[in-house]
């Protein structure tokens, strides 16, 4: 072995023991979980901040223009759930490799993942381009709205293979834990494109165009960061066209761990279209209200979402070790804080809906429209919290039929029907029902398996201490 790869092997073991001792060393379970869970939440919510923003400063060009972003979203979506999946495998491969000391073999996995991202990447922009038209009238683009909706969703997509090399890019600088410069990236983004959307929307009157733009210049300068990163050997993890082949099952590894985290994006993006499809026949400004309920859903759902995301490792450590007690202290501690910030979030929206409407539009019509929706969307949404301590959960219990049922509950099986059938009985107040009823249900669903889960965790608690009692 050379030096250099001796020198790599070293960094990668002393890290490794660093996060080994994290997790078991530190016994306060409530300060171990935001350490790990932080970053994440920080990540995700200026994600969605950036979201939020973007449909302020679009929503001053009226409601063709909220409109022509909504439907495109179903497309930002299905985009994102790619990179999800990518990332999401790379994450865990590397950190795996990295955890036994392979630096060589995570070098490996993060070169290649990268070197397919790209392609993908522009593989996917040139037949999205090719035939966008025709895929924006499928997810629901009328006349009126289709010429916002082609420019702001051609420019956006010449930026989407950056967008993939970056969400690649971030998790593995998170996989080896330098969860902070992907966070610092990812503000320096935000900051960036909330500072040229008005510039390139309003001074340069650009509209809706400038909207993407800005959005592609944050990329353009994100990839710039990352590039760096890698460059100036921020981290452990090298990445070289050398270290890049496709042998030993990489690829099969990386698509098997990252599948799971494609099929859900893909089931949320075909939420939003048949939202869209349903709203559109009710005229452009239904589109845009659901748009903007929808964009409220995210906004609230990402803070949750990084939650569990870094609370997990956690959770499936003690599992693991058998250490149900602490299993249990764990997920209280998990769905105490994620509930508590659904129910908040869905009563601030319930209450507040004419002055958060308001951010996005002045039309008098839109707004009425937009505040019921609002308002029927997030009636329930105080056991989303519920939802997804149920799906962590169970992903950390390693019950994966289980974990699937709940997870397709909210836009899949309860869903689907729903919105295929009841706007045609109700309008467009079925259509309002659709999405409330669904989140209902899959609320209710996960109360009572986290109910079930925490009775199940009582009887193993009883079980072990029962067993200590009788070898002592």
Same mark, same amino acid.
Request: with cysteine; net charge positive; charged share 10%.
């Given at each position: 072995?050379?030096?250099?790869?001796?020198?790599?092997?070293?960094?990668?073991?002393?890290?490794?023991?660093?996060?080994?001792?994290? =997790? *078991?060393?530190?016994?306060?379970?409530? %300060? @171990?979980?935001?350490? #790990? /869970?932080? $970053?994440?939440?920080?990540? +995700?919510?200026?994600?969605?901040?950036?979201?939020?923003?973007?449909?302020?400063?679009?929503?001053?060009?009226?409601?063709?223009?909220?409109?022509?972003?909504?439907?495109?979203?179903?497309?930002?979506?299905?985009?994102?759930?790619?990179?999800?999946?990518?990332?999401?495998?790379?994450?865990?491969?590397?950190?795996?490799?990295?955890?036994?000391?392979? =630096? *060589?073999?995570?070098?490996?996995?993060? %070169? @290649?993942?990268?070197? #397919? /991202?790209? $392609?993908?990447?522009?593989? +996917?922009?040139?037949?999205?381009?090719?035939?966008?038209?025709?895929?924006?009238?499928?997810?629901?683009?009328?006349?009126?709205?289709?010429?916002?909706?082609?420019?702001?969703?051609?420019?956006?997509?010449?930026?989407?293979?950056?967008?993939?090399?970056?969400?690649?890019?971030?998790?593995?600088?998170?996989?080896?834990?330098?969860?902070?410069?992907?966070?610092?990236?990812?503000?320096?983004?935000?900051? @960036?494109?909330?500072? #040229?959307?008005?510039?390139?929307?309003?001074? +340069?009157?650009?509209?809706?165009?400038?909207?993407?733009?800005?959005?592609?210049?944050?990329?353009?300068?994100?990839?710039?960061?990352?590039?760096?990163?890698?460059?100036?050997?921020?981290?452990?993890?090298?990445?070289?066209?050398?270290?890049?082949?496709?042998?030993?099952?990489?690829?099969?590894?990386?698509?098997?761990?990252?599948?799971?985290?494609?099929?859900?994006?893909?089931?949320?993006?075909?939420?939003?279209?048949?939202?869209?499809?349903?709203?559109?026949?009710?005229?452009?400004?239904?589109?845009?209200?659901?748009?903007?309920?929808?964009?409220?859903?995210?906004?609230?759902?990402?803070?949750?979402?990084?939650?569990?995301?870094?609370?997990?490792?956690?959770?499936?450590?003690?599992?693991?070790?058998?250490?149900?007690?602490?299993?249990?202290?764990?997920?209280?501690?998990?769905?105490?804080?994620?509930?508590?910030?659904?129910?908040?979030?869905?009563?601030?929206?319930?209450?507040?809906?004419?002055?958060?409407?308001?951010?996005?539009?002045?039309?008098?019509?839109?707004?009425?429209?937009?505040?019921?929706?609002?308002?029927?969307?997030?009636?329930?949404?105080?056991?989303?919290?519920?939802?997804?301590?149920?799906?962590?959960?169970?992903?950390?219990?390693?019950?994966?039929?289980?974990?699937?049922?709940?997870?397709?509950?909210?836009?899949?099986?309860?869903?689907?029907?729903?919105?295929?059938?009841?706007?045609?009985?109700?309008?467009?107040?079925?259509?309002?029902?659709?999405?409330?009823?669904?989140?209902?249900?899959?609320?209710?669903?996960?109360?009572?398996?986290?109910?079930?889960?925490?009775?199940?965790?009582?009887?193993?608690?009883?079980?072990?201490?029962?067993?200590?009692?009788?070898?002592?």
């Amino acid at each position: 072995m050379s030096l250099p790869e001796r020198s790599m092997k070293s960094k990668a073991e002393r890290m490794a023991s660093r996060a080994e001792d994290t =997790s *078991l060393l530190d016994g306060k379970v409530s %300060s @171990l979980i935001m350490r #790990l /869970a932080i $970053p994440c939440i920080i990540g +995700l919510s200026i994600n969605a901040l950036q979201q939020f923003v973007n449909a302020i400063f679009v929503g001053r060009l009226g409601a063709q223009a909220i409109a022509a972003v909504s439907i495109a979203l179903p497309l930002v979506v299905l985009l994102t759930a790619v990179g999800q999946g990518i990332g999401i495998g790379t994450a865990s491969f590397v950190s795996r490799n990295l955890g036994a000391g392979n =630096s *060589l073999e995570a070098n490996r996995g993060a %070169s @290649l993942a990268l070197a #397919l /991202a790209a $392609p993908i990447g522009v593989t +996917l922009t040139g037949a999205l381009l090719f035939g966008l038209r025709d895929v924006l009238a499928l997810l629901g683009g009328s006349p009126t709205i289709m010429p916002a909706a082609l420019d702001y969703a051609s420019t956006l997509l010449f930026g989407y293979t950056l967008m993939l090399l970056n969400m690649v890019s971030g998790f593995v600088a998170r996989a080896e834990g330098n969860t902070r410069f992907s966070m610092w990236t990812m503000i320096t983004a935000f900051a @960036l494109n909330a500072l #040229l959307d008005p510039i390139l929307i309003f001074s +340069l009157h650009l509209g809706i165009r400038g909207a993407a733009l800005a959005t592609f210049l944050a990329q353009l300068a994100a990839t710039g960061l990352y590039i760096l990163y890698f460059v100036k050997q921020l981290g452990v993890v090298r990445v070289r066209i050398s270290y890049i082949t496709l042998g030993d099952g990489r690829v099969k590894q990386l698509a098997a761990i990252g599948a799971p985290a494609t099929i859900t994006g893909i089931l949320s993006a075909l939420a939003f279209v048949l939202l869209n499809r349903a709203a559109a026949q009710f005229g452009d400004n239904s589109v845009a209200a659901v748009g903007i309920a929808a964009r409220l859903l995210t906004i609230g759902a990402l803070p949750i979402m990084g939650l569990c995301i870094g609370s997990q490792a956690v959770l499936g450590f003690s599992w693991g070790a058998q250490d149900f007690a602490r299993v249990q202290r764990v997920a209280k501690f998990m769905l105490s804080i994620a509930v508590a910030f659904s129910v908040t979030f869905s009563a601030v929206v319930v209450i507040f809906a004419r002055p958060i409407v308001r951010l996005f539009s002045s039309s008098e019509d839109m707004t009425e429209i937009a505040i019921s929706t609002c308002i029927m969307f997030h009636l329930f949404f105080g056991l989303f919290g519920v939802q997804y301590v149920a799906i962590t959960m169970l992903q950390s219990f390693g019950k994966v039929r289980l974990s699937a049922v709940v997870s397709f509950a909210r836009q899949g099986y309860l869903f689907v029907p729903a919105i295929l059938l009841l706007p045609s009985i109700w309008g467009f107040k079925g259509l309002l029902i659709s999405q409330a009823t669904a989140e209902l249900g899959a609320g209710l669903l996960a109360v009572f398996v986290i109910v079930r889960q925490f009775g199940d965790l009582k009887g193993m608690l009883v079980s072990s201490d029962r067993l200590v009692k009788a070898e002592s």
